[in-house]
């Protein structure tokens, strides 16, 4: 005599083949590689971010540690030398990395009332690579900062 099953009765083995096709089909794009942002993808993304502006340098300081031994959690800290003032401040900091699978890392916004463009944060990086601030200005100036971070264990996926 057979038994039949309804729809509410699944086996565990249809239930195994069910995940395992669902599995091979979700990584089967997954395992060709992971697409890396590079120096022209960080640089169309600054400019996506603040247009045609002119970058300069200066007025920025970023603090990251010359090697990153883990880089599931890098420390970052950002200051932009302004005075805040109603007609005088920083608008926002964009943060980009090179070698990261999306070079935008982080924007953060500040107002006068902030007092002081400083911030910290923590990031992951993929591998050894330059992390790149990017400051606008209430005035329209852009001013632009790279740092190069040695990574020896990677932390987005590597």
Known sequence: MSRMESP???????VLVLTG????AAGAGL???????????VEAAIRKAVGGATLQ???????LPQIAE???TVPIGIEVDSP???????KSVHIFAEGNP??????IHFTPTNGIA??????????TQNVVAVAEMSDGSVYREAVEVKVTIGGCGG
Request: proline residues 4%.
């Open 57 to 63: 340098s200066g007025r920025i300081t970023l603090e």
């Open 70 to 72: 883990n880089g599931n």
């Open 84 to 90: 805040m003032t109603g007609s005088d401040y920083v």
């Open 118 to 127: 400083k911030a910290s944060t923590r990031m992951r990086l993929l591998k």
């Open 21 to 24: 096709a669902a599995a091979a």
């Open 102 to 107: 999306n070079p935008e890392v982080a924007s």
């Open 8 to 14: 509410s009765q699944v086996s565990r083995r249809h």
């Open 31 to 41: 395992l060709p590689g992971i697409a890396l942002a590079d120096k022209a993808g």
